[in-house]
């Protein structure tokens, strides 16, 4: 399978801060990947570096097979929408929709058209004067509508409402599937968006710590919730990444894949086992202390 996206021991350091610590992963073409992990964990360091606005510090990425920092060939073929899109003063979203395909040789006007109206973009309005949805909705329809080979969209919902956010979802898979292309997309609404993906790259503070398969990433961890005591029993003999304790109740995430003996002693203690959602994997890697498990995690 070839891979759309390639990042090898990608460093990246702005004065003090190591934002990236030698992060390598593949997304290969044809597939939807979710890029998660904490506030400051890297996501849109390591977006800037694939969409050429960046160049790591030592390391390298290959997009399409290149490097893609000053590559007209690459970038023609890359979409990056982000939050803090800017747009000129007196732009409406008409002006946007005349100029976008200049930028983007595979633009479709009909998926344009179709976001548009769904997401109720006030067509004569200055964008500036836009509500934080409304920015994040235009940012959307410039992602999706333009069909690029490689398509970056960072913490894309941004103020959108549930109804936009269903919009984007449907819309994204639907074409998606009738026109496939590789889309890498952070985001905090993990659940919401998990049904999206067919692989998960997981950062905290600058490295990856889980770059799998999104089935296999459920494999990773379990759950175990029930009485303090029934739980730090059954939790003896596993790798604890959290822990987390309400009113004498307590829920932890371990490593590993909940076998028969496993289950028949949840049971029996009377506690409930669940497999990790990928929500509860971002929050176990990315509590302090977490790095010393990692290379166990990882994929
Ligand atoms: N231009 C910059 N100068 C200095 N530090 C930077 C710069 N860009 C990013 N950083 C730092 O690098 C780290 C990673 O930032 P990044 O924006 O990639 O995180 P993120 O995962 O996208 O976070 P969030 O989920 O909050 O958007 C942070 O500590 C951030 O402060």
Redesign the pocket.
């Known amino acids: 399978m070839t891979n759309a996206i390639d990042m090898h021991s990608a460093t990246r350091v702005?004065?003090r801060?190591t934002?990236l610590d030698g992060v390598s992963f593949s997304v290969p073409e044809g597939s939807i990947c979710g890029l998660l992990?904490?506030?400051?964990?890297?996501?849109?360091?390591?977006m800037s570096i694939i969409a050429g606005q960046d160049r790591p510090t030592s390391g390298r990425v290959e997009v399409l097979g290149h490097r893609p920092f000053e590559n007209e060939s690459v970038l023609s073929r890359v979409s990056f929408v982000r939050d803090n899109q800017r747009y000129p003063d007196n732009y409406q979203l008409r002006h946007v929709l005349r100029i976008a395909p200049e930028f983007a040789p595979n633009w479709n006007e009909d998926v344009a058209a179709e976001l548009a109206e769904g997401f109720r973009i006030p067509t004569r309005t200055d964008i500036k004067k836009f509500s934080r949805g409304q920015l994040s909705s235009v940012a959307i329809i410039l992602g999706l509508a333009s069909r690029a080979a490689v398509t970056l969209l960072?913490?894309p919902y941004l103020g959108l409402d549930v109804t936009a956010r269903a919009l984007f979802h449907d819309m994204l898979l639907r074409d998606y599937t009738a026109h496939p292309r590789t889309v890498l997309l952070?985001t905090?609404l993990i659940e919401e968006s998990e049904r999206l993906f067919d692989r998960v790259v997981v950062?905290d503070r600058?490295r990856v710590r889980i770059d799998s398969d999104v089935d296999d990433a459920r494999e990773l961890a379990f759950t175990l919730s029930g009485t303090t005591a029934a739980v730090d029993q059954l939790a003896q003999r596993h790798t604890v990444l959290r822990s987390h304790t309400v009113s004498g109740l307590k829920s932890v995430t371990v490593l590993g894949t909940a076998d028969e003996a496993v289950r028949a002693d949840a049971d029996g203690l009377g506690a409930r086992l669940a497999p990790a959602s990928l929500q509860d994997l971002v929050a176990a890697f990315g509590e302090e202390g977490s790095g010393s498990i990692e290379e166990g995690a990882r994929a």
Not at 41 to 46: E, M, N, S
């Open positions: 702005f004065g801060t934002a992990g904490r506030n400051g964990a890297g996501k849109t360091t390591i960072d913490e952070s905090h950062i600058g």
